[in-house]
Every structure is written in structure tokens, then in C-alpha cells.
């Protein structure tokens, strides 16, 4: 579990691509301080676990159906990657709740400055488009950040330049390929509410809400 507050920005030392999987090695410094083989880390947004580490490297295999669903496969030596620990539980939620499963990928399709902000226009599939709701939250490239606008196939996020100085959003330009993760609470709220059990199958009704005590 992560939160989507960026805790530092490492560095793709190498990908030996194998046939179906990719082993990856990252350059760090901050999250190394108590590393362990079995750690799992948000780079870029994706969940990988750590099988291997020395003082400021450490490793990570990716399998077939994680470089088909993020732009890990798109990623070369010296590309900046965001890095996350997994949530501490006697730490603050600064974020929100993000699982480090990728929903799919977008493309940036416009950049533009707002007095300190700066926004970012996104186009994604309408199977993402269809969880992102205004005001509520995504996950870009593992980053926390809050929906601003959205169209039918776009989302709009507005940040701060602390968020654009400790991330890689400031190394994005128009047409670049990033990791999205919708907000999970509403993935959950929709499978609970269309269950294709029988007796769930007309959704939420008086009768199912009765049944539940409520």
C-alpha cells in the first residue's frame, strides 16, 4: 500500500529484457536507508519488489502483464523513475490510497502554466476516464494529485511546484506515456454494487440494503 507522496527520484541503471519479463536495476539513496530483499516499491507508480540490493542500487523483475499495462517497456538507461516505500503504518497518509496496480497508461496531451501552477491535460482510455470524477483523486506515475477537470477522453491535474520539483512531472513534455491508477475506493463501490451473484443482480435495492441491516 503507498500513498502517492513521491519520496525521492531514482535513475534506471539498466533493463535486461527477457523473453515475457525485464529485470531492472534503479540507482537510490533516501529509500535505501532500510531495505530489505521482499520490500515492495512504487517506481513510477508500479509495484515491484525488491529482489536484490547493494548500497545505492537495487533490483526488480517485472513480468509480461506489468510491462503491458505501464510504460516500464518504454523506459531506457538514465530515465528518472518516482520512487515510493510502502506505506509505514505509524506514518501520515499525506496521499491517498494507492495499491501500485496500474489501471493502464495516458498520453499528455497538453502542458501549460497557471500564475505557480501548472496544468497537465491527459488523455486516457474511457475505461479509466470512467473513475476519475472532479475533485477526487489519481495516481500519475505514482504521484498524488488531485482531478481538476474532466472530458470524455482527458483528465486535467493542476500542480504545485513542490510537486514539480520533487517528481519527474517537470521532465514530462506533450506526448509522453504515463503510469494511471485510478482511485480504488471507487472500483470497489462499483464491483460491490453490480455483483453478478443472483441475488445481486438488480444492484442496489431496498431489499439488498435490508438485508445488510441497513
Same mark, same amino acid.
Given at each position: 500500500? @503507498? ?5 525521492? %527520484? &531514482? ?6 529484457? #527477457?523473453?515475457?519479463?525485464?529485470? =531492472?536495476? +534503479?540507482?537510490?539513496?533516501?529509500? *535505501?536507508?532500510? *531495505? ?9 507508480? +508500479? ?10 542500487? @537495487? ?7 506489468? #510491462?503491458?499495462?505501464?510504460? #516500464?517497456?518504454?523506459?531506457? !538507461?538514465?530515465?528518472?523513475?518516482? #520512487? ?5 503504518? $505509524?506514518?501520515?497518509?499525506? &496521499?491517498? +490510497?494507492?495499491?501500485?496496480? %496500474? ?24 475505461? =479509466? ?24 477522453? @482527458? ?14 512531472? !517537470? ?7 504515463? $503510469? ?9 463501490? /462499483?464491483? @460491490? ?5 443472483? /441475488? ?15
Amino acid at each position: 500500500m @503507498f500513498t502517492g507522496i513521491v519520496e525521492e %527520484i &531514482g535513475t534506471i541503471e539498466s533493463i535486461q529484457h #527477457l523473453k515475457d519479463s525485464a529485470r =531492472i536495476s +534503479i540507482r537510490a539513496s533516501r529509500i *535505501m536507508s532500510d *531495505m530489505h530483499v521482499g520490500d515492495s516499491i512504487a517506481v513510477n507508480g +508500479i509495484c515491484l519488489t525488491v529482489t536484490s540490493f547493494s548500497d545505492n542500487v @537495487f533490483y526488480v523483475d517485472a513480468m509480461h502483464e506489468t #510491462l503491458r499495462r505501464s510504460s #516500464l517497456s518504454e523506459m531506457r !538507461n538514465g530515465t528518472h523513475v518516482n #520512487l515510493e516505500r510502502a506505506m509505514a503504518s $505509524n506514518g501520515r497518509f499525506g &496521499g491517498h +490510497i494507492v495499491s501500485g496496480h %496500474i489501471d493502464g497508461t495516458g498520453r499528455i496531451r497538453n502542458i501549460y502554466k497557471d500564475g505557480i501552477a501548472v496544468w497537465y491535460e491527459i488523455n486516457a482510455d474511457p475505461s =479509466i476516464i470512467h473513475y476519475i470524477v472532479k475533485k477526487g483523486s489519481v495516481a500519475v506515475d505514482g504521484i498524488s494529485l488531485t482531478v481538476a477537470a474532466v472530458g470524455t477522453d @482527458f483528465f486535467s491535474v493542476s500542480t504545485i511546484p513542490h510537486t514539480n520539483a520533487f517528481t519527474t512531472l !517537470n521532465e514530462r513534455k506533450k506526448g509522453d506515456t504515463v $503510469n494511471l491508477e485510478n482511485d480504488i475506493v471507487g472500483k470497489y463501490v /462499483e464491483h @460491490f454494487l453490480t455483483d453478478q451473484k443472483p /441475488e445481486s443482480k438488480q444492484g442496489l435495492t431496498e431489499e439488498f440494503l435490508a438485508k445488510c441491516g441497513f
